[in-house]
Nanobody, 125 residues
Framework: VQLQASGGGLVQAGGSLRLSCVASGGTFSNYAMGWFRQAPGREREFVAANSWSGGRTYYADSVKGRFTISRDNAKNTVYLQMSSLRPDDTAFYYC???????????????????WGQGTLVTVSS
C-alpha cells in the first residue's frame, strides 16, 4: 500500500486549502482513513478520520467546524478540506490508513499502519 499526499502550500490566515491523498495497492474502500499533522518541534497529532464508506467521521477539537474529511472510493482518494486556517495550523499533514482491528474513534498514530509522505501547509498571519 502506498499513500501519496498533496495539496499543501502557503496560505494567508482565514484562507482555505484542500489536501488529497491517493492510495495505491490494497483495497482502499475496505479501510477507514485519517489525517494527522506535525508541526516543527511538536508531536504528531490526530486531525480527522472517516470510515470506509465516508459515512462516519470524527475530528480533533482544534479543527472541528473548520476542517472536513471526505473520500471518493472510486478514485481511491481521501480529502481534507481546510477552511478558516490559522497560523497554528501550520504543519506537515499526513494521511494514514486505520488498522483493520483498531477501535473506531482512536486518535493514536500507532493504530494506523500505512502513511503518506506528508504535505506542508503554511499559514501566514
Amino acid at each position: 500500500v502506498q499513500l501519496q499526499a498533496s495539496g499543501g502550500g502557503l496560505v494567508q490566515a482565514g484562507g482555505s486549502l484542500r489536501l488529497s491523498c491517493v492510495a495505491s495497492g490494497g483495497t482502499f474502500s475496505n479501510y477507514a482513513m485519517g489525517w494527522f499533522r506535525q508541526a516543527p518541534g511538536r508531536e504528531r497529532e490526530f486531525v480527522a478520520a472517516n470510515s470506509w464508506s465516508g459515512g462516519r467521521t470524527y475530528y480533533a477539537d482544534s479543527v472541528k467546524g473548520r476542517f472536513t474529511i471526505s473520500r471518493d472510493n472510486a478514485k481511491n482518494t481521501v480529502y481534507l478540506q481546510m477552511s478558516s486556517l490559522r497560523p497554528d495550523d501550520t504543519a506537515f499533514y499526513y494521511c494514514a490508513r486505520l488498522r483493520p482491528l483498531a477501535p473506531w474513534g482512536t486518535t493514536a498514530s500507532g493504530d494506523y499502519d500505512y502513511w503518506g509522505q506528508g504535505t506542508l501547509v503554511t499559514v501566514s498571519s
